[in-house]
């Protein structure tokens, strides 16, 4: 007598469905994108454009960080990556990249803070 599987987990919903949207690529150029990197949509989106790829555009009418279209998108940054490369390169999005960081405050203000920390 032969079980048919079941799921254990009822949320866990498809597991290879997000690389099937990338062809099964796991690099593109976008690689080299930041988290914090900044996407913004440039342009009109053709029509021939898939569902997922609408919405990163939909959602890059504003800048986005990078982290924030795979949270919209609910899929892994990995992928999300790879389409935010694709797009790219086909020039329908622009991506900055994140701001440099500022000065690091120096050896003694960082000393007086763990001593006022400390004083609490």
Partial sequence: MSETPRWLDEDAGPVVRPYALIRG????????????????????????????????????RNPISVADVAVELDLPVGVVRVMLGDL???????????????????????KEVINGLRAL
């Fill in 88 to 110: 790219r390169d086909h020039g329908l999005i622009s991506v900055s990249a994140p701001a440099a960081a500022g000065s690091r405050p120096n050896e003694g203000i960082l």
């Fill in 25 to 60: 690529r796991t690099r593109s150029s976008g690689d080299n994108l930041d988290l914090i990197a900044t996407v913004s949509a440039v342009g009109e989106p053709p029509a021939d454009l898939g569902p997922e790829q609408a919405l990163i555009l939909r959602a890059a």
